[in-house]
């Protein structure tokens, strides 16, 4: 069975940055992604990247502030977050799927992290 794990999270100001990890236990040759879910709110998507780490997809909320990667050969997926600001406060999951494209529907991942908080304070 995968496991994913994250890790990275933390508190900081708005306008910082902090860089997430999510090591798998082996190797995925599928889409990976990040979601995210604020208290009382829904899970939502954040981005997701494909095996080859040549096509990615970000929620327009966090376009051109974070960045997704991967390492295929540590197995370990990226979400680098600058300018974060208040209203990305959130705990922060990595999932991944058997899906070869891009998906951004939370029902299409089968593996799940247990998630890391991250908060941004004004």
């Known amino acids: 069975q995968l496991r994913l794990m994250e890790s990275g999270g933390g508190s900081v100001q708005a306008g910082g940055s902090l860089r997430l990890s999510c090591a798998a236990s082996?190797?995925?040759?599928?889409?990976m992604g990040w979601f995210r879910q604020a208290p009382g709110k829904e899970r939502e998507f954040v981005g997701c990247?494909?095996?080859?780490?040549?096509?990615?997809r970000y929620a327009d909320s966090v376009k051109d502030r974070f960045t997704i990667s991967r390492d295929n050969r540590g197995n370990t997926l990226y979400l680098q977050m600058d300018n974060l600001t208040p209203e990305d406060t959130a705990v922060y999951f990595c999932a991944a799927t058997s899906k070869a494209f891009i998906v951004t529907s939370s029902e299409m991942y089968d593996y799940w992290g247990q998630g890391t908080q991250v908060s941004v304070s004004p």
């Open positions: 990247i494909n095996w080859a780490g040549t096509s990615t």
């Open positions: 082996e190797s995925i040759f599928s889409i």
